[in-house]
């Protein structure tokens, strides 16, 4: 295949939505630009893959095309563009949290890049501040968390900043980690309003809420919230924690039916997904979930499951004892990778908190 055909499959794949689709599609057309060969047509498309990738759950995926562009953009500096290769280093940073393969010692390294290569340019330390802050939160080093958290709001913004919704959802998260539940959801109020927005926020906001929420045994508010933000995101690979956290309010309240709807759509896509960190926080929710069919009596629901799943039944039809106890072994399993690798023990605290939560005891 020639240059101009590569070009053109990249030309006709920008508009594409993001998806597994894309992703393949785009796959393709690397290996295409590899074998002509064309390195910079390689990166060009690898970049664009990284993109359809991060937006569409393909977190493996994403990583490694990243780590062939970063290469490529330190041996040939003058052939790229400098502030796309670091803007999207701060979203592989993220997804390497969410496959407990990929090392701390490994996380640390793109941290460190990240923040040389922003101040060694002249700009902020504000993004790097606030990727360490957001890293530490997710790996439950709260004290570093909250450290790079107040270095994070005191630097000044420039072009390599996050959007202000993006930077405002991320401080409603720290909150949220630090147990300042109350506070979260005041920081969330402009995302709520309509006054911030941006492609993925406030959709991704709706269901971060529902644990300070629930902590603060403030249900009413939380159904409210949940009657919003869950049609926007419903069967979406990008918000399966958020899913899963509304799942939570669901079992709460006893809304079976809704429930089961969420379960369903959320579980096909978990079944795609290649995030260890967001298949472990479905099957912790899953867990709540039949644990609560349990305490109602419910002894057996008919649920869609994806088939290579091996607690997969072709009649539909689980036994919820049954089903409850391989979801909470699997994100027994996942959740101890996880803290293996971070050192920590939130995986433990916060699947404990979730159950807690969801039966309301």
Same mark, same amino acid.
């Given at each position: 295949?020639?240059?101009?055909?590569?070009?053109?499959?990249?030309?006709?794949?920008?508009?594409?939505?993001?998806?597994?689709?894309?992703?393949? %599609? @785009?796959?393709?057309?690397?290996?295409?630009?590899?074998?002509?060969?064309?390195?910079?047509?390689?990166?060009?498309?690898?970049?664009? *893959?990284?993109?359809?990738?991060?937006?569409? &759950?393909?977190?493996?995926?994403?990583?490694?095309?990243?780590?062939?562009?970063?290469?490529?953009?330190?041996?040939?500096?003058?052939?790229?563009?400098?502030?796309?290769?670091?803007?999207?280093?701060?979203?592989?940073?993220?997804?390497?949290?969410?496959?407990?393969?990929?090392?701390?010692?490994?996380?640390?390294?793109?941290?460190?890049?990240?923040?040389?290569?922003?101040?060694?340019?002249?700009?902020?330390?504000?993004?790097?501040?606030?990727?360490?802050?957001?890293?530490?939160?997710?790996?439950?080093?709260?004290?570093?968390?909250?450290?790079?958290?107040?270095?994070? @709001?005191?630097?000044?913004?420039?072009?390599?900043?996050? /959007?202000?919704?993006?930077?405002?959802?991320?401080?409603?998260?720290?909150?949220?980690?630090?147990?300042?539940?109350?506070?979260?959801?005041?920081?969330?109020?402009?995302? *709520?309003? &309509?006054?911030?927005? /941006? !492609?993925?926020?406030?959709?991704?906001?709706?269901?971060?809420?529902?644990?300070?929420?629930?902590?603060?045994?403030?249900?009413?508010?939380?159904?409210?919230?949940?009657?919003?933000?869950?049609?926007?995101?419903?069967?979406?690979? $990008?918000?399966?924690?958020?899913? +899963?956290?509304? $799942?939570?309010?669901? !079992?709460?309240?006893?809304?079976?039916?809704?429930?089961?709807?969420?379960?369903? +759509?959320?579980?096909?896509?978990?079944?795609?997904?290649?995030? %260890?960190?967001?298949?472990?926080?479905? %099957?912790?929710?899953?867990?709540?979930? @039949?644990? &609560?069919?349990?305490?109602?009596?419910?002894?057996?629901?008919? $649920?869609?499951?994806? =088939?290579?799943?091996? /607690?997969?039944?072709?009649?539909?039809?689980?036994?919820?004892?049954?089903?409850?106890?391989?979801?909470?072994?699997?994100?027994?399993?996942?959740?101890?990778?996880?803290?293996?690798?971070?050192? !920590?023990?939130?995986?433990?605290?916060? =699947?404990?908190?979730? @159950?807690?939560?969801? +039966?309301?005891?």
């Amino acid at each position: 295949m020639s240059h101009a055909e590569v070009v053109q499959m990249l030309l006709e794949s920008v508009d594409w939505e993001h998806s597994t689709q894309k992703v393949h %599609f @785009l796959e393709e057309a690397v290996k295409l630009a590899d074998a002509i060969p064309d390195q910079h047509l390689a990166y060009e498309v690898r970049m664009e *893959l990284v993109t359809a990738a991060e937006f569409s &759950g393909n977190y493996d995926i994403a990583f490694v095309a990243y780590s062939w562009c970063r290469n490529y953009s330190r041996n040939n500096p003058d052939k790229v563009d400098w502030q796309s290769v670091i803007w999207r280093l701060k979203w592989i940073v993220d997804l390497g949290l969410h496959v407990p393969s990929i090392s701390k010692a490994q996380i640390e390294e793109m941290l460190d890049d990240l923040e040389t290569s922003v101040t060694d340019n002249g700009y902020s330390p504000r993004p790097a501040h606030g990727c360490r802050a957001a890293i530490y939160r997710s790996m439950g080093m709260l004290d570093k968390a909250r450290e790079y958290g107040e270095k994070w @709001l005191a630097s000044p913004r420039d072009s390599m900043t996050d /959007c202000e919704a993006c930077e405002v959802h991320k401080d409603v998260l720290l909150k949220i980690a630090l147990g300042e539940s109350q506070r979260a959801i005041e920081i969330a109020r402009p995302l *709520l309003e &309509g006054e911030l927005s /941006c !492609t993925t926020k406030p959709e991704g906001t709706y269901g971060a809420l529902m644990i300070p929420l629930l902590r603060l045994g403030d249900v009413e508010r939380a159904i409210e919230l949940a009657r919003i933000g869950y049609p926007m995101i419903r069967g979406k690979k $990008l918000y399966i924690w958020q899913l +899963s956290d509304f $799942l939570l309010l669901q !079992t709460r309240t006893g809304q079976w039916e809704l429930a089961v709807d969420n379960f369903d +759509s959320t579980a096909r896509v978990v079944g795609e997904a290649n995030s %260890f960190q967001d298949q472990c926080d479905f %099957f912790v929710a899953a867990t709540a979930l @039949l644990s &609560g069919f349990n305490d109602v009596g419910i002894e057996s629901q008919s $649920l869609q499951l994806p =088939k290579h799943w091996d /607690c997969h039944r072709k009649d539909g039809i689980y036994d919820t004892a049954e089903l409850r106890t391989w979801f909470d072994g699997k994100s027994d399993e996942i959740g101890r990778q996880f803290d293996a690798r971070n050192g !920590t023990d939130r995986f433990v605290t916060r =699947k404990a908190e979730k @159950l807690a939560l969801a +039966s309301g005891k």
